[in-house]
Protein backbone atom coordinates (compact mmCIF):
# COMPACT_ATOMS: atom_id res chain seq x y z
CA UNK A 1 0.00 0.00 0.00
CA UNK A 2 1.46 3.53 -1.03
CA UNK A 3 1.14 6.10 1.90
CA UNK A 4 2.07 9.73 1.54
CA UNK A 5 3.18 11.72 4.50
CA UNK A 6 0.38 13.98 6.42
CA UNK A 7 2.00 16.98 5.89
CA UNK A 8 1.55 16.58 2.44
CA UNK A 9 -2.22 15.71 2.67
CA UNK A 10 -3.30 18.38 4.54
CA UNK A 11 -1.38 20.71 2.34
CA UNK A 12 -3.85 19.30 -0.82
CA UNK A 13 -6.10 20.65 1.31
CA UNK A 14 -5.72 23.87 2.78
CA UNK A 15 -6.33 27.12 2.31
CA UNK A 16 -9.50 26.42 0.01
CA UNK A 17 -6.94 24.07 -1.99
CA UNK A 18 -9.12 20.93 -3.53
CA UNK A 19 -7.04 17.86 -4.53
CA UNK A 20 -6.66 16.36 -7.70
CA UNK A 21 -7.76 13.10 -8.37
CA UNK A 22 -4.29 11.34 -8.19
CA UNK A 23 -3.91 13.34 -4.93
CA UNK A 24 -7.85 11.64 -3.91
CA UNK A 25 -6.56 8.27 -4.82
CA UNK A 26 -3.47 8.96 -2.84
CA UNK A 27 -5.71 10.11 0.58
CA UNK A 28 -7.29 6.73 0.25
CA UNK A 29 -4.42 4.89 0.09
CA UNK A 30 -2.65 6.20 2.91
CA UNK A 31 -5.16 5.02 5.16
CA UNK A 32 -6.70 1.62 5.86
CA UNK A 33 -10.63 0.39 5.36
CA UNK A 34 -12.42 -1.01 8.11
CA UNK A 35 -12.76 -4.25 5.93
CA UNK A 36 -8.80 -4.62 5.75
CA UNK A 37 -6.56 -6.72 7.57
CA UNK A 38 -4.12 -4.46 9.34
CA UNK A 39 -1.05 -6.45 9.14
CA UNK A 40 0.70 -8.02 12.38
CA UNK A 41 4.11 -5.65 11.81
CA UNK A 42 2.94 -2.39 11.24
CA UNK A 43 0.73 -1.58 14.41
CA UNK A 44 3.29 0.00 16.84
CA UNK A 45 4.38 -2.12 20.03
CA UNK A 46 2.16 -4.29 19.47
CA UNK A 47 5.23 -7.18 19.11
CA UNK A 48 7.02 -5.94 22.01
CA UNK A 49 3.51 -6.19 24.15
CA UNK A 50 3.00 -9.93 23.27
CA UNK A 51 6.69 -10.96 23.89
CA UNK A 52 5.92 -9.31 27.15
CA UNK A 53 3.00 -11.42 27.88
CA UNK A 54 5.05 -14.69 26.53
CA UNK A 55 7.85 -14.12 28.89
CA UNK A 56 5.39 -13.57 31.71
CA UNK A 57 3.58 -17.21 30.60
CA UNK A 58 7.09 -18.58 30.70
CA UNK A 59 6.79 -18.21 34.76
CA UNK A 60 3.38 -19.82 35.40
CA UNK A 61 3.25 -23.61 35.52
CA UNK A 62 0.08 -25.76 35.51
CA UNK A 63 0.27 -28.48 37.55
CA UNK A 64 -2.89 -30.50 37.64
CA UNK A 65 -1.33 -32.99 35.40
CA UNK A 66 1.50 -33.51 37.15
CA UNK A 67 0.45 -33.88 40.61
CA UNK A 68 0.81 -37.93 41.09
CA UNK A 69 -1.08 -39.79 44.25
CA UNK A 70 -2.58 -36.08 45.50
CA UNK A 71 1.34 -35.33 45.60
CA UNK A 72 3.46 -32.09 43.60
CA UNK A 73 6.96 -32.15 44.84
CA UNK A 74 8.37 -28.51 43.85
CA UNK A 75 10.87 -28.91 41.12
CA UNK A 76 14.32 -26.92 40.55
CA UNK A 77 12.54 -25.12 37.63
CA UNK A 78 9.48 -24.05 39.59
CA UNK A 79 11.93 -21.92 41.59
CA UNK A 80 10.68 -18.40 41.06
CA UNK A 81 7.34 -18.94 39.33
CA UNK A 82 3.73 -19.53 40.13
CA UNK A 83 2.55 -23.03 40.24
CA UNK A 84 -1.26 -22.78 39.54
CA UNK A 85 -3.75 -25.60 40.82
CA UNK A 86 -7.01 -25.63 39.33
CA UNK A 87 -8.41 -29.83 40.40
CA UNK A 88 -11.14 -30.83 42.01
CA UNK A 89 -8.75 -32.80 44.75
CA UNK A 90 -7.05 -32.01 47.38
CA UNK A 91 -3.73 -32.14 46.98
CA UNK A 92 -0.41 -31.53 48.87
CA UNK A 93 2.86 -29.68 47.29
CA UNK A 94 6.14 -30.32 48.84
CA UNK A 95 9.80 -28.87 49.05
CA UNK A 96 12.37 -30.61 49.65
CA UNK A 97 15.92 -29.73 50.72
CA UNK A 98 16.93 -32.18 48.15
CA UNK A 99 16.75 -29.29 45.53
CA UNK A 100 19.48 -26.58 45.32
CA UNK A 101 17.92 -23.01 46.33
CA UNK A 102 19.51 -19.69 46.86
CA UNK A 103 18.14 -17.52 49.65
CA UNK A 104 15.63 -15.30 48.85
CA UNK A 105 13.49 -17.76 45.90
CA UNK A 106 10.02 -17.04 46.06
CA UNK A 107 7.22 -19.56 44.99
CA UNK A 108 3.47 -18.51 44.29
CA UNK A 109 1.09 -20.94 44.60
CA UNK A 110 -2.73 -20.36 43.43
CA UNK A 111 -5.64 -22.60 44.02
CA UNK A 112 -8.45 -22.08 41.25
CA UNK A 113 -9.95 -25.39 41.85
CA UNK A 114 -12.21 -26.79 44.55
CA UNK A 115 -9.39 -28.83 46.12
CA UNK A 116 -7.25 -27.44 48.91
CA UNK A 117 -3.39 -27.52 48.59
CA UNK A 118 -1.91 -28.59 51.77
CA UNK A 119 2.16 -27.52 52.52
CA UNK A 120 4.78 -29.87 53.68
CA UNK A 121 8.92 -29.87 53.64
CA UNK A 122 11.18 -32.39 54.30
CA UNK A 123 13.24 -30.51 56.77
CA UNK A 124 12.90 -26.68 56.41
CA UNK A 125 12.20 -24.77 59.64
CA UNK A 126 8.71 -23.48 58.91
CA UNK A 127 7.50 -19.56 59.67
CA UNK A 128 4.49 -18.33 58.76
CA UNK A 129 3.58 -14.89 58.36
CA UNK A 130 -0.13 -13.00 59.83
CA UNK A 131 -1.60 -13.46 56.50
CA UNK A 132 0.22 -10.83 54.36
CA UNK A 133 -1.72 -11.95 51.51
CA UNK A 134 -5.46 -12.18 51.14
CA UNK A 135 -6.77 -15.72 52.00
CA UNK A 136 -8.72 -15.07 48.81
CA UNK A 137 -7.50 -13.49 45.33
CA UNK A 138 -10.84 -12.91 43.43
CA UNK A 139 -12.13 -16.43 43.63
CA UNK A 140 -8.44 -18.33 43.82
CA UNK A 141 -6.75 -18.87 46.82
CA UNK A 142 -3.08 -17.66 47.03
CA UNK A 143 -0.12 -17.85 48.77
CA UNK A 144 3.47 -17.90 48.27
CA UNK A 145 6.35 -19.31 49.62
CA UNK A 146 10.16 -18.01 50.36
CA UNK A 147 13.12 -19.20 51.52
CA UNK A 148 14.97 -16.96 54.41
CA UNK A 149 18.11 -19.02 54.88
CA UNK A 150 19.93 -21.99 52.87
CA UNK A 151 22.68 -24.05 54.79
CA UNK A 152 22.42 -26.91 57.12
CA UNK A 153 19.20 -25.45 58.62
CA UNK A 154 16.81 -23.75 55.93
CA UNK A 155 13.72 -21.78 56.40
CA UNK A 156 11.21 -20.67 54.66
CA UNK A 157 8.36 -18.33 55.21
CA UNK A 158 4.95 -18.73 54.43
CA UNK A 159 2.90 -16.23 53.01
CA UNK A 160 -1.15 -16.62 53.17
CA UNK A 161 -3.41 -19.54 54.09
CA UNK A 162 -1.83 -22.60 52.67
CA UNK A 163 -2.62 -25.19 55.54
CA UNK A 164 1.06 -26.72 56.63
CA UNK A 165 1.40 -30.87 56.88
Do not use: C
Amino acid sequence: MATTDINTLKEWFSAGKKPTQDEYWAILESYWHKDETIPFDRIAGLKEELDKKEGLQAHIIYIDDLVSERLYNIQSEDLGKTLIYSGNEDITVKLSTLISFKEGFQLIIQQSGAGNITFATDGFILNHTNDMLPELYGQHAIAAIMVTKAGTKPEVLLYGKLKLA
